[in-house]
């Protein structure tokens, strides 16, 4: 059984930096890209980041181009997503995807399956 756990999300305030986890069980990560994808109150969810099966490809939403970045662990199986200089729109639920090949990817529908996420909150 795949299942994909977020970790890290939390209250902070603006500039603020956190950095979130994800953790793949019942399936190979490191021959798979993966994604970070967030959901805000009355929007729908929306691409932030994307990575390669070996990382050595990312690709980000204009959005977050230059305070978020996206890595991950293969011998861990697990997702990160470090986000600096946080801003209030950043607010959302943040989730992390297992594609279905080893691509970077902005589309959900190159993802099978996802987390139940992880709340972030920005205060202004």
């Known amino acids: 059984q795949v299942q994909l756990v977020e970790s890290g999300g939390g209250f902070v305030q603006a500039g603020a930096s956190l950095r979130l986890s994800c953790a793949l069980s019942?399936?190979?990560?490191?021959?798979?890209?993966m994604g970070w994808f967030r959901q805000a109150p009355g929007k729908e969810r929306e691409f932030v980041a994307a990575?390669?099966?070996?990382?050595?490809?990312?690709y980000y939403a204009d959005s977050v181009k230059g305070r978020f970045t996206i890595s991950r662990d293969n011998t861990k199986k697990t997702l990160y997503l470090q986000m600096n200089s946080l801003k209030p729109e950043d607010t959302a639920i943040y989730y992390c995807?297992?594609?279905?090949?080893?691509?970077?990817?902005?589309?959900?529908?190159?993802?099978?399956?996802w987390g139940r996420g992880t709340q972030v909150t920005v205060s202004s």
């Open positions: 990575i390669n099966w070996s990382g050595a490809n990312t």
């Open positions: 019942g399936r190979t990560f490191s021959i798979y890209g």
């Open positions: 995807a297992l594609g279905r090949d080893g691509m970077e990817s902005s589309s959900l529908a190159r993802y099978g399956y």
